[in-house]
């Protein structure tokens, strides 16, 4: 009686409809291993090629002999640099527009359409940030900067302050929507916990909300500094150089080194852009390219890593709070 | 009559020193409630007695829960929430607009069904309603800390795991938390939502014990589903039933001799 069940199942299944799952989960599985297959071959190339140009000079050496030789600690410097204006940037921006949208947006017209253009933001092809960045940036808010200041020429020109300030715009969805889910998370009742005991709104979110939002609000920008670290296209026009034989730092107060956001700067993608399109000679410098991709892929790679790691160890603590 | 059974002799063991005589601490007059076009609350008017255990029952949905945040103004936190009429606390409109809702929090705490304590070391949850008004001394958080924690009958068991997550502590260990963070922003008034639903029977009773022994210096109103646990731990008893308030009075009358067939009926289980 027992096995009569499942004897009638397999009558009931036409042969022809077994035959094409068959086919069918194997086709999910050749698709499945595209990707996989793709990062790996792309992995094995470069750390192939690239891992034997990797010394110590090469990362601490500015580029040599028309940058046909030489490191690239410019670029890796300058990359550090710009991220870390962008994510200054970005981020008090992009956790004060989730904020406003998540704790304080009613469910109107408003938060609709601030809603719909985070989104849009987003799906933005990033060459048009790097117009964006020229047109309102510096022509716009640089230009009349110097006008009203009396600056001459400090602001309305391509130079780090703006291509930071691109990038930012760049990664602010990605810093509003996982800090908007990340606000989400944090259960109603525990707000209303705080303002019974007499908190207003805002100790509520200072002192309840924001703290069991860190770990995602934290993931989220690293994330961003994943994204905006390695792209090339808002950076073109809005401040990166081809060639600079000095570091973009200088002297606050004649004393204090300190990035300089006024001056232009080499950066890593776009390193690779140009030794791949416009060096004098783009078999010879191969190997940089190579060592150069390695050292950013590791970084983004590193990054992501750390957001990870961030979102397991949060998830962990914020299993316990959720009973 | 009718209280004998259900409460067993519960209620005769309640030492009860008569709070008839107390004075009015909260009064409500013709209360109305509106989630936005939807009337909560029809025209509630009843008077809360000080240092007095005031037991809000009725079916659910029937506007407990509603009437308990009209108290302590959580209903404006809630989008289109809207009332009519007039709570007076001592004498003082809650209501009125010149009225700052955090002190009115402060004085009026609240205690949720589903204990909610913050992801914080036990120290720092109970501590959080004197550092939210600028304490920062640490000989008095300390103080207070302690103090609060040996009221909500808590201390005991925490003394030693005071730097260690309130998330660790038990169900029912939480909720004392809850009360002990209530406590330590001195309220007059606690407003208790179902404190015990969500607790295993021991628990329940500590819950129990602990608001009999609030009671000498707080005014409580407790929402319970629980007939047994309104007749042992209230000294009054409304009856709520679809957002109007049928009967209202001193517990042993409620549960001896109800007025109202209505309240009878679900107080002896007879209901629906
Ligand atoms: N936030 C809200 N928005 C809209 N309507 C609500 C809201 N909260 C409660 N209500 C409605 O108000 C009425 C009273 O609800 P309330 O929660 O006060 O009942 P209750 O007596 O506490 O019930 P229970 O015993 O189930 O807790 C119900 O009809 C409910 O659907
Ligand atoms: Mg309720």
Redesign the pocket.
């Known amino acids: 009686m027992s096995h009569a069940i499942p004897l009638r199942i397999s009558q009931l299944i036409k042969p022809r409809t077994r035959l094409e799952e068959i086919f069918l989960d194997i086709l999910v599985r050749i698709f499945a291993l595209i990707p996989i297959g793709a990062l790996s071959f792309i992995m094995f190339k470069i750390i192939q090629k690239g891992a034997g140009v990797i010394t110590w000079e090469f990362l601490t050496q500015p580029p040599l002999d028309g940058m046909t030789h030489g490191g690239i600690f410019p670029c890796i410097f300058g990359t550090f640099a710009i991220t870390l204006l962008m994510i200054l940037m970005a981020l008090p921006l992009g956790v004060a527009a989730a904020i406003y949208l998540v704790e304080f947006a009613g469910p109107g017209l408003f938060f609709r359409i601030t809603r719909a253009a985070v989104n849009n933001l987003a799906g933005v092809p990033s060459i048009v940030f790097g117009l964006f960045g020229v047109g309102f940036f510096i022509l716009f808010v640089g230009r009349n900067l110097d006008k009203v200041l009396q600056t001459g020429l400090l602001f309305g020109q391509p130079c780090m302050l703006w291509a930071a300030a691109t990038l930012a715009v760049l990664v602010l969805p990605v810093i509003i929507v996982s800090t908007e889910e990340a606000l989400n998370a944090v259960p109603q009742s525990q707000r209303a916990a705080s303002l019974a005991l007499g908190a207003t709104k805002w100790q509520t979110i200072w002192r309840v909300v924001l703290p069991q939002a860190r770990g995602g609000i934290l993931t989220g920008a690293i994330l961003s500094i994943s994204r905006g670290a390695g792209e090339t296209a808002p950076i073109l026009f809005t401040g990166c150089a081809y060639f600079l034989p000095r570091l973009p730092v200088t002297k606050l107060f004649g004393v204090i080194p300190m990035i300089n956001p006024f001056d232009q700067f080499m950066e890593l993608s776009y390193h690779i852009f140009i030794m791949a399109t416009q060096s004098l000679d783009a078999v010879k410098t191969l190997p940089i390219q190579y060592g150069t991709t390695l050292v950013l892929i590791a970084m983004t790679f590193l990054l992501n890593l750390a957001a990870i790691s961030f979102r397991v160890h949060f998830r962990k603590k914020m299993g316990t709070v959720s009973v | 009559m009718i209280a004998r059974t259900l409460a067993g002799g519960a209620l005769a063991d309640l030492d009860r020193d008569d709070v008839a005589q107390n004075p009015v601490k909260i009064s409500v007059h013709d209360l109305n409630m509106y989630?936005g076009n939807?009337r909560?609350l029809h025209g509630i008017t009843m008077d809360i007695k000080e240092r007095a255990v005031t037991a809000l029952i009725?079916p659910?949905?029937?506007?407990?829960?509603?009437f308990l945040r009209t108290l302590n103004r959580m209903n404006d936190t809630?989008p289109g929430a809207r009332i009519e009429g007039i709570v007076t606390i001592d004498g003082v409109n809650i209501y009125a607009p010149d009225v700052n809702v955090a002190a009115l929090r402060r004085m009026v705490g609240m205690v949720f069904q589903k204990q909610n304590p913050f992801p914080k070391s036990v120290f720092d949850n109970v501590a959080y309603g004197p550092r939210l008004h600028g304490i920062t001394d640490r000989a008095f958080l300390e103080h207070r800390v302690e103090e609060s924690l040996k009221k909500s009958a808590l201390w005991d068991e925490v003394k030693d795991r005071l730097h260690t997550s309130a998330m660790q502590l038990s169900g029912g260990q939480q909720q004392r938390l809850c009360i002990a963070r209530v406590l330590a922003v001195n309220p007059e008034i606690i407003l208790m939502d179902e404190p015990a639903s969500a607790l295993d029977p021991l628990s329940t009773a500590k819950i129990e014990e602990l608001i009999h022994q609030l009671r000498k210096h707080y005014t409580i109103v407790i929402?319970t589903?629980n007939m047994q646990q309104a007749a042992r731990v209230s000294d009054y008893t409304a009856y709520?039933y679809m957002g109007s308030l049928v009967e209202f009075g001193e517990t042993k009358g409620i549960f001896t001799n109800p007025e109202k067939k209505e309240t009878e009926d679900y107080i002896t289980g007879r209901f629906g």
């Open positions: 989630y939807v909560a009725g659910s949905g029937c506007g407990k829960s509603t809630i929402v589903h709520f």
